[in-house]
C-alpha cells in the first residue's frame, strides 16, 4: 500500500469516466461517481466509480491530510454494491471535494457510509460535519455499524459546487463514495402546496432537499439498477401501521408511460406497476384508512409526493376516488381518473408540503372518499423528503439539543464543584483588601477608529462595552482571509461607494463569490452603524433581504461581507449607468419582491423594524434579477405596542425622506411606505429622485410626477423606454398605490402589505391576455374601478384608507419567506 504522506494537495480526478444510464434513457450533463480512499476504478452495474486519485481537471480534492483505508469485509449485506465500502478516504482536517458544473440546476448528492476500522481509526465513531454550499448536510451523524446512504437534492447556481468535510473536535471524518449528478428540471418543483393550517404554496427553488423515505407499495423492493436515476425503493412492509387491512396486487404490464407528464425519471414502471389496496374483501362496506408511518425530525417542514396509477385493468377510473391525509392534515380527495384523462395505466403524483409534529412521525394515509360509493383505495409509491430550515440545515436539530444538554451537565457540576472554592477564595482576597486602597487599573478597550492607539483584548466600544450585545452572532473571518478575497482590495474590483466605504468584489476561498463593504476611517457614527447592520442581517434570514456571509473587526477594520448580487442596483438599471434597462415586466417583479422584504420586517418579528434608508441604490439585483433589499445600518426598531412611533434625530437619504418624520422627528413603518413610493415613481419614470439638469418644475421627481398627474398627464411620465409594454389598467393600478404611499401624513398611508396586494394586482392585470376581440382593456378597466369602490366601500373613504390592512392575507407568505 502506498505511503499515505506521498498524496498531494490536489487530486485529479478523471472526467470520462462514464456514460451512464443509456440504456434506462437519462443521460446527466454533471455526473460524477468516486470510489474514495481508492486507488482503481471499480464497475457497478453499467456505471464505473472512478478512485479518487486519478488526474483529470473537472474534479478536485483538497485536504490537509488524507489516508487510504482498506478492509477484508466481504459479507457486506447491501442494496449497493459491497466493493463500494471496502475503502475509505479519512480526512483529519477541512476538506473539500470540489466538482465543475456544466449545467446548472437541480442535482443530486449521494453519500455512502460504512463504517471500518483501518488502523486506529474507529469509523464508527467518527464526529464531523458536512456542508454544500450554503447548506449543513450533516451534523456528527449517527453511522452505527452498518451501511448507510444520505442523498440529497440541491439547486446549483454556480458552476462549481465543493463538498466540505470538516472533523469535530479530537475526531476526523471519513467518505466510502459518492455520487453527484444532474437530474431532470421537474423533477422536484419549484414550488409546493402546504396543507396544514398556514396554507398557501411553501417555495422550494432556492432550498436543499433530504430524501428521508422512497417506498415501493405491493411489499416489493425496486432495486438501484432498476430505474433511471439509480434510486433504491425499499418495500412499504415495515412502514405500514394495520398490516390486516392492506392487500398486494402487481400489474407492470398495465403501467401505460405514452401521452402522459408522468415518465420512468419521476417513478420506474415497477414502482408504479405494484400497489397496496385496502382489504374490501374484508367487508364491502370498511372505512378505513391505509397508513404509513415514517420517523422525521421535529420542526422541519417536508415535501410528501404520492405515487397513484390504476393497473386493476377496470373499463374506468371513476372507482380510483380516495381522500388522502398527512398526520391530521387532509391532503384533499384525488379523482385519479380527471388527473389522467382516463387513460387506463396513465401514472400520477401529487406533491404536498407539511411540518412534522412534535411527536417526531409523519404518517400518511389514504382511504375511502365520501364523494363516491365503494371506491378503490391504492397507493403505488411514496417519497418523502426534509426540506432545509431557516438556517440552511438539515441538521436534525434534537442532536444540537442532546449536545447542550450534555453541556449544561457539565456546566452544573463544574459550578457546584467550583462553588466551594470561589466561596473559601473571596473570604481570602477580603481580608487582603480591607488592608489595601484599591488600585485603578487602565481599561483596555476596543476602538473601531484605526487613528487611535489603543490596547485591544477584543471587540468593544470605546467606553468598554462590547460591540455585539448577542452571543448568537457569528461569522467573523480574519483580515487575511478579506485581504485574499479582494486581492488586497484592489481597486479595480470595486463595484460601489458609499457613504459607509467601498464595496469590493471578492472570492473566498471555497469560490464564493461574496461583496465585501469596507468601512472608511470616520467617527464612532461608523461604529454604530456597523454594529446595527451586523445585528440586524444576523437576525434574519428571507429570499428578498440581502444575506449576510460575515464579518472582520480586526485591526480596526469594519468590513460586513454579503452574499454577491451580480447585477447591482435597481438605481443603475434605470438611470445613471451603461447596464441594460428593464421590462415592465422586470420593474413590477423587483418591486413585487422588494415589497415582501420590507413587509417581512415590519410584520415578521415582536417588533417591527424600520429600514429607514429604502432607496432605489439599496435595492440589489442577483443573476436572475431577484430583488432583495440591502444596507441596515440605520435601521431601527419599531415603537412598543403602547406607542405611535420612535423619537429619533433624521436620518436617510435626500429625496426618499418621509416630510412627517423630517419634520416632526416621529419615525414609523409609514416612512419606509413613503421612500417605497418614491422608489415606485423612479420605477415608473426611469430617472433620479433629484435632477438638477432638468427644468426647475421637473427637478424634484415627486412633485413633478403629482403635478403632471392632477393634470391628466399620467402617460407623460411614463419612461420612454417603456412604451407599448405597460396595460392602461395595470398602468393605473401600480399609480394608485404609488400615490397613496406618498401621502403626505403617515395615518393615510397603506401599509406594506396593501402594497404588496396592489402590485401583485397590477402585475397580475398586466400579465392576462387579450381576447380576440381586444376588448380586455375595458373589462380591465372596469375590474379595476370595480376593485376600487370596494376598497374604498369597507374602508370608508380616503380617510380610513388606513384602515385598510391586508396583514392577515399576507401573513402565510411572511412565514413561508422567513424559511
Known sequence: MENPGNFGLIVWISSMFFLVCLSLGYNPVDNYLIHCGSFTNISVGDRVFVADNSSSSSYTLSTPEHIFANSSSNSISLYYDSALYQTARIF????????????????????????????????????????AQNFTLISEPQLGNGSVVKEYSLNITSNKLVLTFTPSANSFAFINALEVFSIPDNLIPKEARTIDSKGGNRNLWEQALETVARVDMGNTTVLPQNDTLWRLWVSDDAYRTDKNLGSFVSNVKAVNFTGGLVTEDFAPASVYGTATMLNSSIDPNLNANLTWSFDVSPGFDYLVRLHFCDIMNKTTLESIFVEIFV???SAGHLNLGSQTSNVLGAPYFMDVCT?????????????????????????????????????????????????????????????????????????????????????????????????RKVHTTGSKYSNGTAIFSSSKIGYRFP????????????????????????????????????????????????????????????????????????????????????????????????????????????????????????????????KKIIHRDVKSANILLDKNFMAKVADFGLSKTGPDIDQTHVSTAVKGSFGYLDPEYLTRQKLTEKSDVYSFGVVLLEV????????????????????????????????????????????????????????????????????????????????????????????????????????????????GGLD????????????QMVREEMR
Open 327 to 329: 398526520n391530521t392534515h
Open 684 to 795: 415608473l419614470c426611469g430617472r433620479p429622485v433629484i435632477d438638477p439638469s432638468l427644468s426647475r418644475e421637473k427637478v424634484n421627481l415627486v412633485d413633478w410626477a403629482m403635478k403632471s398627474c392632477r393634470n391628466g398627464k399620467l402617460e407623460e411620465i411614463v419612461d420612454p423606454s417603456l412604451v407599448g409594454q405597460i396595460k392602461p389598467a395595470s398602468l393605473r393600478k401600480f399609480w394608485d398605490i404609488t400615490e397613496k404611499c406618498l401621502a403626505e401624513h403617515g395615518i393615510y398611508r397603506p401599509s406594506m402589505g396593501d402594497v404588496l396586494w396592489n402590485l401583485e394586482s397590477a402585475f397580475q392585470i398586466n400579465e392576462e391576455k387579450s381576447n380576440q376581440n381586444g376588448e380586455l382593456s375595458s373589462q380591465i378597466s372596469h375590474v379595476s374601478d370595480l376593485e376600487t369602490s370596494l376598497e374604498f366601500s369597507r374602508a
Open 355 to 451: 411540518r412534522a409534529s412534535a411527536s417526531a412521525k409523519l404518517n400518511v394515509s389514504v382511504g375511502p372518499s365520501n364523494i363516491l360509493h365503494y371506491p378503490t383505495v391504492i397507493l403505488n409509491g411514496l417519497e418523502i423528503m426534509k426540506i432545509n430550515n431557516a438556517r440552511g440545515s438539515l441538521d436534525d436539530p434534537d442532536v444540537v439539543s442532546s449536545r447542550r444538554s450534555k453541556m449544561k451537565v457539565v456546566v452544573i457540576v463544574g459550578l457546584a464543584v467550583g462553588s466551594f472554592v470561589v466561596v473559601v477564595l473571596a473570604a481570602v482576597i477580603f481580608l487582603f483588601c480591607r488592608r489595601r486602597k484599591p488600585v485603578l487599573g487602565k481599561e483596555e478597550h476596543f476602538s473601531m477608529n484605526r487613528g
Open 479 to 606: 483580515f487575511m482571509a478579506i485581504l485574499e478575497a479582494t486581492d488586497n482590495f484592489s481597486e479595480n474590483l470595486v463595484i460601489g461607494v458609499g457613504g459607509f466605504g467601498k464595496v469590493y468584489r471578492g472570492v473566498l476561498r471555497d469560490e464564493t463569490e461574496v461583496a465585501v463593504k469596507r468601512g472608511a476611517p470616520q467617527s464612532n457614527q461608523g461604529l454604530i452603524e456597523f454594529q446595527t447592520e451586523i445585528e440586524m442581517l444576523s437576525q434574519f434570514r428571507h429570499r428578498h433581504l440581502v444575506s449576510l456571509i460575515g464579518y472582520c473587526d480586526e485591526q480596526n477594520e469594519m468590513i460586513i461581507i454579503y452574499e454577491y448580487m451580480e447585477n447591482g442596483t435597481l438605481k443603475n438599471h434605470l438611470y445613471g449607468s451603461s447596464l441594460p434597462g428593464l421590462s415592465w415586466r422586470q420593474r413590477l417583479e423587483i418591486c413585487i419582491g422588494s415589497a415582501k422584504g420590507l413587509h417581512y420586517l415590519h410584520t415578521g418579528s415582536a
Open 800 to 811: 380610513d384608507l388606513a384602515g385598510i390592512s391586508m396583514s392577515t392575507v399576507f401573513a
Open 92 to 131: 483529519n482536517g477541512p476538506s473539500h471535494y470540489s466538482f465543475s458544473i456544466k449545467e446548472q440546476g437541480r442535482h443530486w448528492i449521494r453519500l455512502h457510509f460504512f463504517p471500518l476500522v483501518f488502523e486506529t481509526y474507529n469509523m464508527s465513531k467518527a464526529k464531523f460535519s458536512v456542508s
